[in-house]
């Protein structure tokens, strides 16, 4: 191989970290971000239809995370001129308190990822993200609060 070639094939992960939306320093993309909310809210709306007596508190969680895509977006258009849209997917919900687990992991991680990138963020995006992120965590205690009443355990 020439020097040439050698040289692009050196530089392709940064090449690649840029078109797939990867950050640096492992902190998550706001795309990243955003899907991961998709994800979340397709799940806490299909718990919703499965426990019909939390279902306005997990409707109201599901509005939550679609409000947190819907910033996730903007910021991210703000930041790269692109705009970013969560691929579509159907949450399938067989057992609900094991889904239940699932959406508090999930809204966790989240909140985790948001952090992350709040961390890695310039100013005035870091307020923003700071905020979001702790909106996450209460969601994700909210969701471990649900799980303990499902076991007749610290419900108050």
């Given at each position: 191989?020439d020097?040439?070639?050698?040289?692009?094939l050196?530089?392709?992960d940064d090449i690649?970290?840029?078109?797939?939306g990867?950050?640096?320093?492992g902190?998550?993309?706001?795309g990243?971000?955003?899907?991961a909310a998709a994800r979340?809210c397709?799940?806490?709306t299909?718990?919703?239809r499965?426990?019909?007596a939390?279902?306005?508190?997990?409707?109201g969680?599901a509005?939550a995370?679609?409000?947190?895509?819907?910033r996730l977006?903007a910021e991210?258009f703000?930041?790269?001129g692109?705009?970013c849209?969560p691929?579509?997917?159907c949450?399938?919900?067989?057992?609900?308190?094991c889904a239940?687990r699932?959406?508090q992991l999930g809204?966790?991680s989240?909140?985790e990822?948001?952090?992350a990138a709040?961390?890695?963020a310039?100013?005035?995006?870091?307020?923003a993200?700071?905020?979001?992120a702790a909106?996450?965590?209460?969601r994700a205690?909210?969701?471990?609060?649900?799980i303990?009443?499902?076991f007749?355990?610290?419900?108050?």
């Amino acid at each position: 191989m020439d020097d040439g070639t050698i040289s692009a094939l050196r530089g392709f992960d940064d090449i690649w970290a840029r078109v797939s939306g990867a950050s640096e320093g492992g902190a998550p993309s706001l795309g990243a971000l955003a899907e991961a909310a998709a994800r979340q809210c397709e799940l806490l709306t299909a718990l919703s239809r499965r426990c019909p007596a939390q279902a306005a508190r997990l409707r109201g969680m599901a509005a939550a995370e679609r409000a947190l895509i819907c910033r996730l977006r903007a910021e991210r258009f703000l930041a790269s001129g692109e705009d970013c849209r969560p691929s579509a997917a159907c949450a399938v919900v067989n057992n609900a308190l094991c889904a239940l687990r699932e959406a508090q992991l999930g809204a966790s991680s989240l909140a985790e990822g948001l952090q992350a990138a709040a961390n890695a963020a310039p100013c005035e995006l870091r307020r923003a993200l700071d905020s979001l992120a702790a909106g996450e965590r209460c969601r994700a205690r909210e969701l471990r609060e649900l799980i303990l009443c499902c076991f007749g355990a610290n419900c108050s």
